[in-house]
């Protein structure tokens, strides 16, 4: 019995991680999508392990695979996370990622690194991947500048995931087409609130909405059950999945 109790408590750290995967059948293999913290995601398809802004350290990352290629949005170190870099296996790790994260990029280890700026596109090993424009609006008062960062629309195997980076709901956002999947920031004051979020959603019509990067200064949650009864009132189409990602905060 003690055997079996250390056993399960050894195992803890990673069933945290694994447990929360979902999974989406795509026309070449299962999509599988793990929440690991604030802006940070794992998206494992036909053999590769893409990290989106990896952030928090090296113990949220033991047992996952060495990724293969990294997208990172944008500077700011909740995105920008040198430490947590530093502790991952880059040998073979290719980066895609705008040019201010490449100018300030002190970890150089990354097999190759590829510049996407807002409207461009790239493709790595069949996956197709599109920069979308994230920022604020109004520009005079914006912490994310236009043509700054990026959101990523990546296509695997025909499902098309969004990832929104930090923005407010711009019209780059709100004229999306055909996203099966999307990730959506709403941590004012840096990014948009919950009801804008829920506008934004409701006119691009994403098949699948995760609200995420939800935490406010002074680790104040967004209230996402109020996002999701915002975009389910009006929609009861898009599937509104909740997941705590700040399990360890």
Known sequence: MKHFLFAVLFLLPFFSVFAQADVFP???????ITPVFHAALVLQWNGL??????????????????????LITHEHGDHLDEATLSSLDLSKTELIAPQKVVDQLKNKSFAKVTVLGNGQSSTYKNIKIEAVGAYNIPEETARHKKGVG???VLNFGGKRVYISGDTDGTPDMRSLKNIDIAFVCMNPPYTMDV??????????????VYPYHYRQPGNKLSDIEQFKKLVNDKN?????RLRNW???M
């Open 26 to 32: 795509t026309k070449k293999g299962n999509l599988e």
């Open 49 to 70: 392990t893409v990290f989106a802004d990896p952030y928090g350290g090296a113990e949220r990352y033991k047992g996952m695979k060495a990724p293969d290629l990294i």
């Open 150 to 152: 990026n959101g990523y």
């Open 195 to 208: 009801a804008p979020a829920a506008d934004a959603v409701l006119a691009f019509k994403p098949a699948v």
């Open 236 to 240: 009861p189409k898009i599937d509104v």
């Open 246 to 248: 700040y399990t360890q």
